[in-house]
T-cell receptor, first 113, second 111 residues
Framework: AQSVTQPDIHITVSEGASLELRCNYS??????LFWYVQSPGQGLQLLLK??????LVQGIKGFEAEFKRSQSSFNLRKPSVHWSDAAEYFC???????????FGAGTRLAVHP | SQTIHQWPATLVQPVGSPLSLECTVE??????LYWYRQAAGRGLQLLFY??????ISSEVPQNLSASRPQDRQFILSSKKLLLSDSGFYLC??????????FGPGTRLTVT
């Protein structure tokens, strides 16, 4: 069965510190993987996506993610966090079918000044 | 550019009352549209999707229904709301390259 796990429910970092949000998936083939960000009370915005090819993908707002097939992971990273990055982050697995869309439970990021 | 509208933004309804949430899309034709529900502290639960006018697929048995009366309009409804229907409802447009564009959401509180 397909699944997405975001092990960290809450993460707190200091402004300027580096960030890594974890995403682990379970799927029998190479999935389409996405990271979205959600500000409080808002819809989700796409940060980046992985389909195939280069395993390190760049996204908006200075984020990047690395696909590691051996670890079934797609972790999101940012070298230096800004206070405006405080939000909730969701990892999604898409197997290409209309209804095979699975989101992780999300990681809420707090940024200390 | 792609734009998704949802209304209302917030809604407080008593148990047993009807519900109608609307989603409209601009900047495309024949979009694949989705309704999700987001409960506090949880991810997004796919409720319905539609690949065209009048074509609705339901993903979970529930108290809700969906309709697509026009190409760029997607409606979520209920005849009688339950307390468990409370949540944040998101409409999304999934494009051919699989990423999704989300509307601003509707916060529904059933009292």
């Amino acid at each position: 069965a397909q699944s997405v796990t975001q092990p960290d429910i809450h993460i707190t970092v200091s402004e300027g510190a580096s960030l890594e949000l974890r995403c682990n998936y379970s799927y029998g083939a190479t999935p389409y993987l996405f990271w979205y960000v959600q500000s409080p009370g808002q819809g989700l915005q796409l940060l980046l996506k992985y389909f195939s090819g280069d395993t390190l993908v760049q996204g908006i707002k200075g984020f990047e993610a690395e696909f590691k097939r051996s670890q079934s992971s797609f972790n999101l990273r940012k070298p230096s966090v800004h206070w405006s990055d405080a939000a909730e982050y969701f990892c999604e697995l898409d197997s290409g079918g209309y209804n095979k869309l699975i989101f992780g439970a999300g990681t809420r990021l707090a940024v200390h000044p | 550019s792609q734009t998704i509208h949802q209304w209302p933004a917030t809604l407080v309804q008593p148990v047993g009352s009807p519900l109608s949430l609307e989603c409209t899309v601009e900047g495309t034709s024949n979009p694949n549209l989705y309704w999700y529900r987001q409960a506090a502290g949880r991810g997004l639960q796919l409720l319905f999707y539609s690949v065209g006018i009048g074509q609705i697929s339901s993903e979970v048995p529930q108290n809700l229904s969906a309709s697509r009366p026009q190409d760029r309009q997607f409606i979520l409804s209920s005849k009688k709301l339950l307390l468990s229907d409370s949540g944040f409802y998101l409409c999304a447009w999934r494009v051919s390259s699989y990423e999704q564009y989300f509307g601003p959401g509707t916060r529904l509180t059933v009292t």
